[in-house]
C-alpha cells in the first residue's frame, strides 16, 4: 500500500512516518516546502502522478495559545488543509484519516472552548462530508515536556504518549474500514491528567515542582487555560 501522510515532520507524523515504513508501506511523506496542504494547486501538483490507497491527515496549526492571536492562520493550516486533502480523497476514491484532538470535546457538550479547538471540529466536518474518517487522539511528546516549567492536575484527558499514539494509527489502518465508525475516539482507557503521566515517567522533572490546581491560576500563568475535562465519551479498541 502507497500511504500519504500530511504533516509528517511533526511531532506524531515523523513516529507515524517511521513505523509504516517498518511495517513495509511505501509512504510519501512530504515537507511544507514540498506541498502546501491548504492550497489546491500545490496538492494537485504534488499528487500529480501519484498513486495513493489512503492519508493520514496530520497537518494542521498547532500552537493552542497561538490560535487565539493567529486565527486566520489556524484556519488555513487546519480547516483549509483538511478540506484540500478530503476533497482530493473523495475526487479519487482514497481513504481518509483525518486526526483530530481531544479539545473538540468539550464543543461537543456545548461548552466554550477556544479557536484551536473549533477549527479542528470544523475540519472533521470537513472530512466526514467528503466520505473521511476522523480519528481523536490525545497525546504528550518528549519535545514538549522538555520545556514544561509546569504542570496541571486539574484537567482530565485520554493522553498517551506520541509512540504509543502512532502504534495506535498503525493497528487503525489495518483494520476492515467497514469496522470503522466514521468518528473514532482512540486513547488509554484510563484518563490522565498531564502531571500523572510527568510523575509516571520523568518523577525527577522541574515542573512537578510546580503543580497547577485551578483554571485561574492557570490563565494567570500564561494567558489561557485548557479545558477543565476533555475526557472522550468512550473509546474505540485497536
Request: proline share 6%; with cysteine; charged share 25%.
Amino acid at each position: 500500500m502507497n500511504i500519504l501522510v500530511t504533516g509528517a515532520k511533526g511531532r506524531l507524523g515523523r513516529r507515524l512516518h517511521s513505523l509504516l515504513c517498518e511495517e513495509g508501506y511505501n509512504v510519501y511523506a512530504p515537507c511544507r516546502k514540498d506541498c502546501d496542504w491548504s492550497s489546491e494547486g500545490s496538492v494537485k501538483e504534488y499528487l500529480e502522478g501519484k498513486q495513493v490507497d489512503a492519508v493520514f491527515g496530520l497537518a494542521s496549526y498547532t500552537n493552542v495559545p497561538g490560535a487565539e492571536k493567529e486565527q486566520s492562520a489556524c484556519y488555513r493550516d487546519t480547516v483549509e488543509t483538511a478540506d484540500r486533502v478530503a476533497r482530493y480523497c473523495q475526487n479519487t476514491g482514497t481513504r481518509n484519516i483525518y486526526i483530530s484532538s481531544d479539545y473538540v470535546i468539550p464543543l461537543l457538550r456545548g461548552e466554550r472552548s477556544g479557536v484551536y479547538a473549533m477549527c479542528k471540529l470544523e475540519a472533521e466536518k470537513r472530512t466526514t462530508a467528503c466520505g473521511g474518517h476522523v480519528v481523536r487522539l490525545a497525546f504528550v511528546t518528549p519535545e514538549q515536556v522538555h520545556w514544561w516549567s509546569f504542570v496541571n492536575a486539574y484537567t482530565l484527558s485520554n493522553r498517551w504518549w506520541v509512540e504509543k499514539a502512532a502504534l495506535a494509527l498503525v493497528r487503525y489502518l489495518k483494520l476492515p474500514v467497514e469496522d470503522v465508525p466514521k468518528i473514532a475516539n482512540i486513547g488509554p482507557t484510563s484518563p490522565t491528567t498531564p502531571y500523572e503521566m510527568l510523575l509516571e515517567r520523568d518523577p525527577s522533572h522541574p515542573a512537578l515542582k510546580r503543580v497547577v490546581r485551578s483554571p485561574q491560576e492557570m490563565r494567570a500563568l500564561i494567558g489561557y487555560c485548557s479545558p477543565a475535562d476533555t475526557r472522550f465519551p468512550d473509546i474505540f479498541e485497536v
